[in-house]
């Protein structure tokens, strides 16, 4: 399913899933639509979705181009972070998207100097670049860009997964980014295979071709012009 912004920029439909949606009925899911989806792997040092595995097998059983997210807790140590989401997933295939780092829960990180929080994000994503060959996302709200990282320009290089839920046509874009890749419009969307009416709804900016541009392909990430 592609859909157009008021803007016409194509954009690309796709979800993110962890346990809490239960079990997934991925045929029903892929003929409602989705391009793409993001399912969570790890928390912290050591917490592993349980739904992982058979998310992640069943995405690729269906045509589904997948990823990976890990919700990130700055109280944990950087390299058991890595290792827990580098040894859950193992190893991406080609046609598979970037992992992503989950920067969330503002509160968790204000114990740190801004300093701090910008190396702990550069030190996971360099570690988990080095374990899955290739550069990570990074996801987070416009609030937590501007008030914990400080619109800090060492993110910038870093592809852009936006979380605002707005009636507007567009998300906010916060320094030091231009523009989104991803945007999660939606936390209480419904589709159908999934029994929870909180299914997390994304648009990636750019035709499906853009996207297949940002995927796994034998450690090379190219270059996306969308």
Known sequence: MTQKTKSSNPCLFGIDVSHHQGDID?????????????????EGSTWKDRKFDFNW???????????????????????????????????????????VLDAEVPDSWTRFSLNKRLQMIDDWMIGVEEGLGIEPILYLSPSFADEILKGSKRVKKYTLWLAHYTSRPSPRVPAPWDDWTFWQYSE???????????????????????????????????????
């Open 26 to 42: 991925w045929a029903l899911v892929k003929a409602s639509g989705v391009n793409y989806c993001f399912v969570k792997a790890t």
């Open 57 to 99: 097998n069943q995405l690729k059983a269906h045509g589904i181009i997948r990823g990976t997210y890990h919700f990130f807790r700055p109280n944990a140590p950087i390299e058991r972070q890595v290792n827990n989401l580098v040894s859950k997933v193992g190893k991406l295939e080609p046609g598979d998207l970037p992992p």
């Open 188 to 226: 209480t969307g419904r589709l159908d295979g999934i029994k929870t009416n909180t299914v997390d709804l994304n648009r990636f900016k750019g035709s499906l071709e853009d996207l297949k541009k940002l995927t796994f392909k034998n450690g090379v990430k190219s270059s996306c012009s969308c």
